[in-house]
Every structure is written in structure tokens, then in C-alpha cells.
């Protein structure tokens, strides 16, 4: 899909939950759609400054960030401290809960959506040591296709 119009999908999905789909968003947004592996925050900034007049600090960049996570268009790794854009952009189904598997050898990402058969596996696991599920997602590290045939 054209990168305007998964760009387009983002400001409606922003719109209709009266987030503010700024310039700035728009160009980090972008970036991100761009880029072939998880970014950090740092990377973001550095990329928005190096085709920008008007710089843009990192704690500007966090705040963006998790508005994006909020609208779900945008998810943080945590373990990696990275950002990737959520592979349902384009989507109008509401999103489930996902999880990531990580290329430890390229650091690419790719985003599963949780079955509920498996969610429920989870909260069960987790219920049987007294705690509530409240944010399901994890990480899980392997070996991309590509890494995976060189070896
Ligand atoms: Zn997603
Ligand atoms: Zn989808
Ligand atoms: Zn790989």
C-alpha cells in the first residue's frame, strides 16, 4: 500500500478519536513507516532533524510516540526500547491484543494479533500465581527467513 495513504488511514484514525494529526506526526509517522526495522526514539529525532529546519527535541518525540501507541498505530518493543508501526494501519477491524517476534539477527519485527485461545492461556497462567492481566504483550526473539537461509 501506497505510504500516502496508509498516512491518510492514520489522520482519519486520529480524527475520529480527536487526536490532533499534526505536520510533526505526520513526518515521524512517516519515518517510521519507512524504516526497515524497529526505531528508537533517538533514531526518530535524529531522522526528523536531518530533513528539518525547525529541530525537534526527544522528549517531543516520547510524547508523539505515545500518543501514536495510545491510537494503536504505533507499538513499543520494550525489551529492544524500540517503536514499529502497527501492521494493521490500513485496517478497520479494532485491534487485538499482539505480540512480536524479533529477528535477533537483523532486528527486524514482525506483529502476530493474539488468538483468543491463546489470551486465554495466558490469563489463566497468569492468574495462577494471583496477578491480573492487564497488557499482554511480549516479545519473542528468533530468526527472520532472510537470516535464516544464510545460515
Ligand atoms: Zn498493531
Ligand atoms: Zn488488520
Ligand atoms: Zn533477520
Not at 488511514?9 to 480527536?18: F, I, T
Not at 528539518?52 to 500518543?67: A, E, T
Request: hydrophobic share 35%; charged share 20%; aromatic share 8%.
Amino acid at each position: 500500500m501506497l505510504i500516502d495513504n496508509l498516512l491518510e488511514h492514520a489522520a482519519q484514525k486520529c480524527q475520529q478519536a480527536g487526536g490532533r494529526f499534526t505536520d510533526k506526526r505526520r513526518n515521524i509517522l512517516k519515518n517510521l513507516i519507512n524504516a526497515k526495522s524497529p526505531l528508537s526514539a533517538y533514531d526518530l529525532t535524529e531522522l526528523y532533524n536531518q530533513n528539518n529546519d525547525k529541530k525537534v527535541q526527544p522528549m517531543s518525540v516520547y510524547r508523539i510516540l505515545d500518543f501514536f501507541i495510545e491510537m494503536k498505530l504505533v507499538h513499543k518493543l520494550p525489551t529492544l526500547n524500540k517503536y514499529v508501526v502497527c501492521s494493521h494501519l490500513s485496517c478497520q477491524h479494532s485491534h487485538q491484543d499482539q505480540y512480536f517476534v524479533v529477528c535477533k539477527s537483523c532486528g527486524d519485527a514482525q506483529e502476530i494479533s493474539m488468538n483468543s485461545k491463546l489470551t486465554q492461556e495466558l490469563n489463566e497462567s497468569v492468574s495462577s500465581v494471583g496477578f491480573q492481566l492487564v497488557d499482554a504483550q511480549f516479545e519473542l526473539f528468533g530468526l527472520c527467513k532472510n537470516c535464516s537461509n544464510q545460515s
